[in-house]
């Protein structure tokens, strides 16, 4: 591992005001369940990381709307089981217990979670070419062992997927991410906090140096509605989803009135298909529908060479959601 300046700032103003060095990373570090294991692998070098454990960022709140503040600090384990998350948004609270494992969870945070890395293989080996570690020296998964990565929303430079579970929930449920940076405080959608690889993989984020995530808010519960998330992977526990889905649905007089949902496992970000969600709005739950909205959700998938079986299994998983989800109704 590489020498490193480290910064422990006890304010949310000092912590904001830190100029980014003029060379090499700058990165903040809470549970470090990413960051450490991939500077111990030579894929993160910073210059400069601070720590900001000791920052007033770990409550949960509610908002005067009737939504729900959770700060950047509040550990995995902990959003999981709040009384608040388990009433109202029980999608994020399964989400999060189907990730990692309980010591992990005990670790990780709201806002490391949300600026998880991929865990495409070549982008943990030095030795390979990464577009996405090392811009402009190419892609060596789209010829390789692809069979977790990407089948939506990748291009010819980048094809990894996003492994969060956290992340697809809270695109299902609408968050909103909230940034500040020397005294400037905004705000940013959830679906548009995950960029496209395109031409430039190495942008994952909407951010500038220095920004630092203080809290997510989730949009008030939608009364009636059910939720779920559900995983598919190789094995039970202590794994990467290579499908999952996270439902909000609403159902009255036999009519769904409300359809959100994300995919993961699947994309470059967790995916929401608005065609598919509107093609849900206003019909009768069927098993004919719920294959109907599928197939839309994973219109344009472009497998590789070992990834195919992604399509229908991505397929089968949404429509399992909806299933589930209709049945709790
Ligand atoms: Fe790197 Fe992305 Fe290609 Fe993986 S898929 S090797 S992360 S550029």
């Known amino acids: 591992m590489d020498n490193f300046h480290f910064s422990r700032p006890t304010t949310l103003t000092e912590a904001t005001a830190i100029t980014p060095p003029p060379t090499g990373a700058f990165r903040f570090i809470a549970g470090g ?54 009433r109202n948004y029980a999608v994020l609270s399964q989400a999060l217990l189907s990730g ?22 070549y982008f943990r080996d030095t030795v390979y070419a990464c577009n996405k570690r090392t811009p402009g020296s190419g892609c060596s998964a789209i010829d390789g062992h692809n069979r977790t990565l990407a089948i939506l929303g ?19 449920l609408d968050a909103t991410v909230h940034v500040q940076n020397k005294g400037r405080e ?19 984020h909407p951010l500038e140096p220095g920004d630092l995530i203080t809290h997510v808010t989730l949009p008030p519960p939608i009364p009636g509605v059910q939720t779920i ?15 999952s889905a996270a439902v909000v649905l609403g159902i009255s007089d036999g009519k769904i009135h409300r359809a959100q949902f994300a995919m993961g496992g699947i994309a470059t970000r967790p995916w929401r298909s608005s065609e598919a969600e ?12 719920f294959r109907q909205a599928a197939e839309t959700a994973l219109h344009g998938a472009h497998p590789r060479s070992e990834n ?5 299994l991505a397929k089968r998983c949404l429509v399992r959601a909806l299933t589930l989800a209709t049945k709790t109704a």
């Open 186 to 204: 905004r705000t940013i959608p959830i679906q548009s906090f995950f960029l496209l690889p395109g031409d430039t993989p190495h942008l994952e």
């Open 278 to 289: 509107h093609l849900l709005q206003g019909r009768a739950p069927s098993a004919a529908l």
């Open 33 to 86: 369940t990413t960051l450490v294991d991939l500077m111990k692998l030579g894929v993160e070098t910073p210059s400069l990381i601070v720590d900001i454990n000791t920052l007033p960022l770990d409550t949960i709140e509610p908002t005067p709307d009737g939504g729900l503040k959770i700060g950047a600090l509040v550990r995995n384990s902990a959003l999981a089981q709040h009384p608040a998350v388990l």
């Open 308 to 312: 195919g079986f992604k399509v229908e």
């Open 154 to 172: 990748a291009s010819e430079h980048c094809i990894a997927t996003n492994p969060s579970d956290m992340n697809v929930a809270l695109t299902a």
């Open 100 to 121: 990692a494992s309980p010591q992990l969870r005990n670790m990780a945070t709201t806002g490391g979670n949300l600026m998880q890395r991929t865990r495409c293989i």
């Open 229 to 243: 998330y559900l995983k598919l992977r190789d094995r039970a526990s202590y794994e990467f989803a290579l499908s």
